[in-house]
């Protein structure tokens, strides 16, 4: 979750470019920020303060920090909170550190290095690094040994990289569990969390390996893998300088991604349809097409994509899928055969919970399959099939377009599936990617006119203090992602439900301060959801109706109605996401909250 950055440049003051650096890692949600350097002496020098980038930007103009070698963060407070002695780099006499990650162990080496008088100015678990490092050095020993007798005792998941004292040409960094990606430039060296923040400055890049120690010095890296081997990765063309990472005009990168939804879903599917027989190719599915069920594994608004993907599969396959929660489906001891198929979802292809999943389920002799975002990830590099949404960097911390990526890429594999198993005609087939096709230019027609959603935001979510959402089959995920975007960008409360789970206890909270959301599209449960609304008019709730020109003549006493294009039911979820977002996005622009950062969050969980 915290962004790092390191560079080492034979010629020129790194600090301008550890800021672009960190800009350019602002997408991932932090608290606090700081960069490290050394002085023309050979000492450590830093600069730290709580807040975002503009408070590090005007503690620098007050006091200058230059050299040809240097860290940058950006933190996401766990241990500690939020200030400038809990910023990051860290640092010693001897050396500094940048840290994502969490160290377990912690507490037992603070204690025990205090009991031997290492002194401690922060409370997060990231400082016991430095100070065993610098305990070490001053023990006699080089900075590489140092490091190397450090890491194994360290309990937990790191991406680590030290800076060292009187070493203009030396960085070192680290890696378990939390990424990390090395670039070439032109004279200089760069480190980084992710491609974005170092690519612009590198033609060429490497990814490191879970468990792997890395040496950077002017113009090379010798890497040594977890066994203590050297070790040669693959270099790979920088993918990322070229992109426009702006805003494009837009007042958010949360609006402008939901605008680039028609291109991406587009693009996606441009990946899969062959142009001349018009039919689906995806990678050889071995893996799936032998097995008799299937294990897709997720967190967040990616398990709500996996949720429709369930039902996608399910109906046209008639192949029974689990759709599991990573963070709890790794520490159940699950039952699994062997032979059978897990699919893990990721924007990032680093979360934590959902990479430890997979690892579990390779263990238990699954065959491995992952849909994400970043190819070079950990997770699509550990997988046996990847499928690769293509809706480029997402800066925004809720997931948007790559949520409905996804969804592209769970609906095609769901037609393959059926057409494999033999459940699906030629002529359905063919019915159905047409469906598909006609998508990108629906979703653009819908937000040619956003106004309708703007106002109701305005004036019947941004007021509210709990909000319900309720849909029922592929609609029932959609009020689950809608009610998460809702609350993590507006703070609003919300919850969203099965619609026939309004009897079971949720009708209890409806009165006329609940508006209640109700994801109705005209399918074949449209005449249950209806009931559903009409119980919810009947306490005085107020009914906001997502759904088409059919099912709004069928229904009346609503607060306010957002009308769609009447579509094939298989698409709903593609189309009625784009609405679902607005209303999130227009209510937190309404309260005035950072919608691109929402407080306490991250956009790459790689820590559990």
Same mark, same amino acid.
């Given at each position: 979750?915290?962004?790092?950055?390191?560079?080492?440049?034979?010629h !020129?003051?790194?600090?301008?470019?550890?800021?672009?650096?960190?800009?350019?890692?602002?997408y991932?949600?932090?608290?606090?920020?700081g960069?490290?350097?050394?002085n023309?002496?050979?000492?450590?020098e830093? !600069?730290r303060t709580?807040?975002?980038?503009?408070?590090?930007?005007?503690?620098?103009?007050?006091?200058?920090?230059? &050299?040809? $070698?240097g860290?940058?963060h950006?933190?996401?407070?766990?241990?500690?909170?939020?200030?400038?002695?809990?910023?990051?780099?860290?640092a010693?006499?001897?050396?500094a550190?940048?840290?994502?990650g969490?160290?377990?162990?912690?507490?037992?080496?603070?204690?025990?290095?205090?009991?031997?008088?290492?002194?401690?100015?922060t409370?997060?678990?990231?400082e016991?690094?430095?100070?065993?490092?610098s305990?070490? $050095?001053?023990?006699?020993?080089?900075?590489?040994?140092?490091?190397?007798e450090?890491l194994?005792?360290?309990?937990?998941?790191?991406?680590l990289?030290?800076?060292?004292?009187?070493?203009?040409?030396?960085?070192?960094?680290?890696?378990r569990?939390s990424p990390?990606a090395?670039?070439f430039?032109?004279?200089?060296?760069?480190?980084?969390?992710?491609?974005?923040?170092?690519?612009?400055?590198?033609?060429?890049?490497?990814?490191?390996?879970?468990?792997?120690?890395?040496?950077? !010095?002017?113009?090379?890296?010798?890497? $040594?893998?977890?066994?203590?081997?050297?070790?040669?990765?693959? !270099?790979?063309?920088?993918?990322?300088?070229?992109?426009?990472?702006?805003?494009s005009?837009?007042r958010?990168?949360?609006?402008?991604?939901?605008y680039?939804?028609?291109?991406?879903?587009?693009d996606t599917?441009?990946?899969?349809?062959?142009?001349?027989?018009?039919?689906?190719s995806l990678?050889?599915?071995?893996?799936l097409?032998?097995?008799?069920r299937?294990?897709i594994v997720?967190?967040?608004?990616?398990?709500f994509?996996?949720?429709?993907?369930?039902?996608?599969?399910?109906?046209?396959?008639?192949?029974?899928?689990?759709?599991?929660?990573g963070?709890e489906?790794?520490y159940?001891d699950?039952?699994?055969a062997?032979?059978?198929?897990?699919?893990?979802?990721?924007?990032?292809?680093?979360?934590?919970?959902?990479?430890?999943?997979?690892?579990?389920c390779?263990?238990?002799g699954q065959?491995?399959?992952?849909?994400?975002?970043?190819?070079?990830?950990t997770?699509a590099?550990?997988s046996?099939?990847?499928?690769?949404?293509?809706?480029?960097?997402?800066?925004?911390?809720?997931s948007?377009?790559?949520?409905?990526?996804?969804?592209?890429l769970?609906?095609?594999?769901?037609?393959?599936?059926?057409?494999?198993?033999g459940?699906?005609s030629?002529?359905?087939?063919?019915?159905? $990617?047409?469906?598909?096709?006609?998508?990108?230019?629906?979703?653009?027609?819908?937000?040619?006119?956003t106004?309708?959603?703007?106002?109701?935001?305005?004036?019947?979510?941004?007021?509210a203090?709990?909000?319900?959402y309720?849909?029922?089959g592929?609609?029932?995920?959609?009020?689950?992602?809608g009610?998460?975007?809702?609350?993590?960008?507006?703070?609003?409360?919300a919850?969203?439900?099965?619609?026939?789970?309004?009897?079971?206890?949720?009708?209890a909270?409806?009165?006329?301060?609940?508006?209640?959301?109700?994801v109705?599209?005209?399918?074949h449960?449209f005449?249950k959801?209806?009931?559903?609304l009409?119980?919810v008019?009947?306490?005085?709730?107020?009914?906001?109706?997502i759904?088409?020109?059919?099912?709004?003549?069928?229904?009346?006493?609503?607060? &306010?109605?957002?009308?769609?294009p009447?579509?094939d039911?298989?698409?709903?979820?593609?189309?009625?996401?784009i609405?679902?977002?607005?209303l999130a996005y227009?209510?937190?622009?309404t309260?005035?909250t950072?919608?691109?950062?929402?407080?306490?969050l991250?956009?790459?969980?790689t820590?559990?």
């Amino acid at each position: 979750m915290c962004g790092i950055i390191g560079l080492l440049s034979e010629h !020129r003051d790194v600090v301008p470019e550890l800021l672009d650096g960190l800009k350019r890692l602002e997408y991932r949600g932090y608290d606090s920020i700081g960069v490290a350097t050394l002085n023309p002496n050979g000492e450590l020098e830093r !600069r730290r303060t709580e807040g975002k980038l503009a408070a590090l930007s005007k503690l620098l103009h007050r006091k200058p920090l230059s &050299g040809f $070698i240097g860290l940058g963060h950006t933190r996401w407070a766990t241990h500690g909170a939020p200030s400038e002695i809990n910023a990051h780099p860290h640092a010693t006499p001897e050396a500094a550190i940048v840290h994502n990650g969490i160290i377990e162990n912690f507490q037992e080496i603070k204690t025990r290095l205090l009991t031997e008088g290492r002194c401690f100015e922060t409370q997060t678990d990231s400082e016991v690094v430095v100070h065993l490092v610098s305990q070490k $050095i001053r023990q006699g020993l080089e900075p590489l040994a140092a490091v190397r007798e450090t890491l194994p005792l360290l309990e937990g998941a790191f991406a680590l990289v030290f800076l060292f004292a009187y070493h203009h040409d030396l960085l070192i960094g680290a890696r378990r569990g939390s990424p990390l990606a090395i670039g070439f430039g032109e004279n200089e060296m760069a480190i980084g969390s992710d491609a974005l923040a170092i690519g612009p400055i590198c033609r060429q890049l490497i990814y490191l390996e879970d468990g792997d120690l890395a040496v950077i !010095r002017p113009g090379s890296v010798k890497i $040594i893998d977890q066994q203590g081997l050297s070790a040669v990765r693959p !270099r790979r063309i920088s993918s990322v300088a070229s992109l426009d990472l702006g805003k494009s005009g837009y007042r958010h990168f949360m609006l402008k991604e939901i605008y680039e939804q028609p291109q991406v879903i587009g693009d996606t599917l441009n990946t899969m349809i062959n142009p001349v027989t018009g039919r689906l190719s995806l990678p050889n599915l071995p893996e799936l097409k032998r097995t008799n069920r299937l294990t897709i594994v997720a967190c967040g608004t990616a398990s709500f994509a996996a949720l429709i993907g369930k039902y996608w599969i399910e109906k046209l396959a008639r192949l029974p899928v689990d759709v599991e929660v990573g963070s709890e489906f790794r520490y159940r001891d699950p039952v699994l055969a062997p032979g059978q198929a897990a699919l893990f979802i990721s924007q990032s292809g680093e979360t934590a919970d959902t990479l430890g999943a997979l690892r579990l389920c390779r263990k238990m002799g699954q065959g491995i399959l992952s849909i994400v975002n970043v190819p070079e990830s950990t997770i699509a590099r550990e997988s046996n099939v990847l499928l690769s949404t293509v809706a480029g960097p997402e800066f925004g911390v809720a997931s948007t377009k790559t949520f409905t990526a996804q969804l592209t890429l769970l609906a095609a594999l769901a037609l393959v599936l059926a057409t494999h198993r033999g459940h699906l005609s030629e002529q359905q087939e063919t019915h159905l $990617i047409r469906a598909l096709m006609e998508v990108p230019a629906i979703c653009a027609e819908i937000l040619a006119n956003t106004g309708p959603m703007e106002a109701l935001a305005r004036e019947l979510l941004a007021p509210a203090r709990d909000v319900l959402y309720i849909g029922r089959g592929l609609s029932y995920p959609l009020a689950l992602e809608g009610a998460l975007k809702l609350k993590e960008i507006s703070y609003i409360h919300a919850e969203g439900y099965a619609a026939g789970e309004l009897k079971h206890g949720p009708i209890a909270l409806v009165d006329e301060n609940v508006p209640v959301i109700v994801v109705a599209p005209t399918d074949h449960l449209f005449s249950k959801t209806a009931s559903n609304l009409a119980e919810v008019n009947a306490r005085g709730g107020r009914t906001i109706f997502i759904g088409d020109k059919d099912g709004l003549a069928k229904i009346s006493n609503l607060a &306010g109605s957002l009308i769609l294009p009447k579509i094939d039911p298989f698409v709903i979820p593609l189309v009625y996401a784009i609405p679902i977002q607005l209303l999130a996005y227009y209510a937190a622009v309404t309260k005035g909250t950072d919608v691109d950062q929402p407080r306490n969050l991250a956009k790459s969980v790689t820590v559990e």
